[in-house]
């Protein structure tokens, strides 16, 4: 495992956000879909691809909330390019978990 200080850790922006729409992403290499999510006035809405297709369907997607990296630079994946990295931890066989706030949180707000 690799150490980092804290203020490595502080230059991370892991923000709360809100799924508003999704959609498939059959461009995709692998199984995915395109998330368009609301981090609130002062960030916006940012577009990721995430590859959540074994867990989430669409309908059970829109309204979570998940945290997201925001200030990494933008990456072009196929023919979208993705503005956030959402968050989320792999299971037994390979499927993604969101990393999600276990209540309510101030759209934009920072993890700490």
Known sequence: MNEITFEDFLSVELRVGKIISAEPFPKARNPSYILHVDF????????S???????YTIEELIG????AVVNFPKKQI?????ECLVTGFHDRDGGVI????????????KLL
């Open 40 to 47: 609130g006035e002062e960030i916006g809405v940012r577009k």
């Open 64 to 67: 979570k909330q998940v945290v």
């Open 78 to 82: 196929g023919p979208i390019q993705s």
């Open 98 to 109: 969101l990393c999600v706030p276990d209540k309510e949180a101030p759209l934009g707000t």
């Open 49 to 55: 691809s995430a590859q959540i297709t074994h867990h």
